[in-house]
């Protein structure tokens, strides 16, 4: 009528093959799983997310700071595939993760977030990384005091628990660090509330 085309809005649906997927991978039930697709689909209707609107997301939830640097390296985490963008599935593995992990397996993630160059160990030049990053994020990249302060707990920490003196930190010794010390815990995992 008229010669106008009308276009229809396709809603975005999970199929079962991949509801049963995610429930196996997650702890997640089925309306869970489908409210997250719904909210993912809003925010990104091609179905994936790219890394610049992630760093958009991430500057938006952190206002006071600057999360680029941070965002990024969440990101590389999050984007199992190396496909420089993150699908749904990819996603709702993360947000179970941070939403339903116990404390042991927000630290593993932790520790691959912080492990730059994929070796299997932090070095102290990581760590210093890691530092000047969360602190950018919670907008106190310029505070040097507080930046000192915290590598001197923490080189504390890695003395007690740097079994092999080596200076550098394996997944193991990075847990037992942050699960002995909240205030470490808390800094190095800002975004984990167990």
């Not at 070796?119 to 907008?139: A, C, D």
Request: charged share 30%.
């Amino acid at each position: 009528m008229g010669g106008f085309e009308t276009k229809q809005t396709i809603k975005p649906k999970l199929s079962s093959k991949q509801i049963e997927y995610l429930k196996k991978r997650t702890r997640m039930n089925e309306d869970e799983i489908e409210k997250w697709f719904q909210e993912f689909h809003k925010d990104c209707p091609d179905g994936l997310l790219t890394q610049k609107h992630f760093i958009e997301m991430y500057n938006q939830a952190f206002p006071n700071g600057n999360a680029t640097q941070y965002a990024k390296r969440v990101f590389v985490t999050f984007d199992k595939d190396n496909s420089g963008k993150i699908d749904f599935n990819e996603f709702l593995l993360a947000m179970d993760l941070f939403e339903k992990g116990d404390l042991d397996e927000k630290l593993n993630y932790a520790f691959e977030l912080y492990d730059i160059d994929k070796n299997g160990i932090l070095t102290k030049s990581e760590i210093e990384i890691i530092i000047k990053m969360v602190l950018s994020l919670r907008g106190e990249g310029n505070n040097d005091r507080l930046k000192d302060d915290i590598i001197t707990h923490l080189n504390r920490f890695i003395t007690k628990f740097d079994e092999n003196g080596d200076m550098k930190i394996t997944p193991d010794e990075f847990s037992r660090i942050c699960s002995q010390d909240e205030y470490l815990r808390l800094f190095l995992s800002p975004n984990f509330s167990s």
